[in-house]
């Protein structure tokens, strides 16, 4: 059995000081940490420079933006030329709590060939319109993989196998900017991946917080509209093998939901 040698991945555009808090806070679990600076206009490279004397961190500036997917990309190859097995992407806005990296990275050490997807536990802040409409994103992700196992397609704190997600990478000129998190959720489940769903707790920080977000409605609905009907078309082709395969040998070891 494969063993895990994880790293926590950090993809950032534009978070401005959040990022440097986010950083510090993944440092403080005494992990390995790797960002990568999307094309970013704000400083964010000179916001890191303080905490660049602690050797578990590295930092990689892309000059143009090219979006999460691209981002994560980038920061999987290095990381596997780093001698790193699995990667755990977390947001650089502060949403996702360092403090789950160790449970992450323990589920990685006893099931080294899953994936683990964070599933979200919401608090008051989570605005009612992100919380409910990615209920239908969700849905035609678990349409496409045969309920395969994924609990939320949109939810960014996951540990990959490295290697697998870079496959995933390589069979598609997608996944490379919003549509990044769900496409690669359902193509994994596809290559029969295992995948393991943790609760998560995410919390949307206000702007006097210092919260960012990317997120444009009609945009990025449109750019997930567009990736579900490709991966529609997709699942078609797939279904008598999807049909024939059986269940996601880990979704017993899941947590059930409330």
């Known amino acids: 059995m494969p063993d895990s040698r994880p790293v926590v991945l950090i993809p950032s555009y534009n978070t401005g000081p959040i990022l440097p808090s986010t950083v510090a806070a993944a440092l403080a679990q005494g992990v390995p940490v790797r960002v990568v600076i999307d094309g970013s206009t704000d400083g964010s490279p000179d916001l890191l420079q303080p905490l660049l004397s602690d050797p578990r961190l590295k930092v990689t500036r892309l000059e143009k933006n090219a979006g999460k997917g691209s981002a994560v990309l980038r920061g999987t190859r290095d990381a596997l030329a780093e001698g790193f097995t699995h990667v755990l992407c977390m947001d650089a806005d502060g949403q996702h709590p360092a403090e789950m990296i160790p449970k992450y990275f323990e589920l990685s050490h006893q099931h080294p060939q899953a994936a683990v997807f964070g599933r979200p ?138």
């Open 121 to 258: 536990v919401f608090d008051a802040s989570a605005p009612a319109l992100r919380v409910n409409g990615r209920k239908v994103s969700n849905f035609w992700a678990n349409l496409e993989t045969m309920g395969w196992g994924i609990d939320d397609s949109l939810f960014g704190m996951r540990l990959y196998p490295a290697a697998e997600l870079i496959e995933v990478f390589e069979s598609t000129c997608f996944a490379r900017r919003f549509d990044f998190d769900p496409e690669v959720a359902v193509r994994l489940a596809w290559r029969g991946v295992p995948i393991l769903n943790l609760p998560t707790p995410v919390r949307y920080l206000s702007r006097e917080e210092g919260g960012v977000s990317q997120f444009r409605y009609l945009r990025d609905n449109a750019l997930l509209t567009w990736m579900h009907t490709r991966l529609f078309l997709g699942f078609l082709v797939r279904l008598p093998w999807l049909a024939l395969r059986g269940e996601n040998p880990l979704h017993p070891f899941s947590p059930p939901h409330p």
